[in-house]
């Protein structure tokens, strides 16, 4: 069965620090890889999304993931954190046929000042 | 555009009530799905319209909930009798292109 699988449930970094959130999968085929945040009292919102070709994906906000068929892994990154990116960030996986999103239990981003 | 829209915004009710969530879907977006989140678990699918027509509905948790579609536009989710673990996070999404959903902002159910 395909799952998705973020490690980190909170995670804190200094304004201004590089932030990699990690994300893996498992998943039959290629996958379609999904990363949405949602920020307090907000609905998620898409940051980018992977299909295929460049494994290398940016994102709204100043986001980027990196697809790694060998590690099964869609980590996000951001080189430089605003106290505006606290938030939950969800990594999705979409399943083939009806096309549902699988997602992660979500990591919890604290930025401090 | 407007986006997804859902209503209410929260809900409390006590354990027995029926509550009945809505959620408006971005004009012209055929697919419909609905999801909820468990305090401190994933986002989990529920259901998935095509239209009027359900999809994929293998994600329901019992007949206690009934998810309809009128005339392909606006979808409602019933949950009767809501009971203790029906509390969490609802969210409604929708997408014309397959494969790239754009969710409303959830309605919070409370069950007392």
């Known amino acids: 069965a395909q799952s998705v699988t973020q490690p980190d449930i909170h995670i804190t970094v200094s304004e201004g620090a590089s932030l990699e959130l990690r994300c893996n999968y498992s998943y039959g085929a290629t996958p379609y890889l999904f990363w949405y945040v949602q920020s307090p009292g907000q609905g998620l919102q898409l940051l980018l999304k992977y299909f295929s070709g460049d494994t290398l994906v940016q994102g709204i906000k100043g986001f980027e993931a990196e697809f790694k068929r060998s590690q099964s892994s869609f980590n996000l990154r951001k080189p430089s954190v605003h106290w505006s990116d606290a938030a939950e960030y969800f990594c999705?996986?979409?399943?083939?046929?009806?096309?549902?999103?699988?997602f992660g239990t979500g990591t919890r981003l604290k930025v401090l000042a | 555009e407007a986006g997804v829209t859902q209503f209410p915004s929260h809900s409390v009710i006590e354990k027995g009530q029926t509550v009945t969530l809505r959620c408006d879907p971005i004009s012209g977006h055929d697919n419909l799905y609905w999801y909820r989140r468990v305090m401190g678990k994933e986002i989990k699918f529920l259901l998935h319209f095509v239209k009027e027509s359900k999809q994929d509905e293998s994600g329901m948790p019992n007949n206690r909930f009934l998810a309809e579609r009128t005339g392909g536009t606006y979808s409602t989710l019933k949950v009767q009798p809501a009971e203790l673990e029906d509390s969490g996070v609802y969210f409604c999404a929708s997408s014309q292109v397959l494969w790239e959903q754009f969710f409303g902002p959830g309605t919070r159910l409370t069950v007392l």
């Open positions: 999705a996986v979409a399943s083939s046929g009806t096309y549902k999103y699988i």
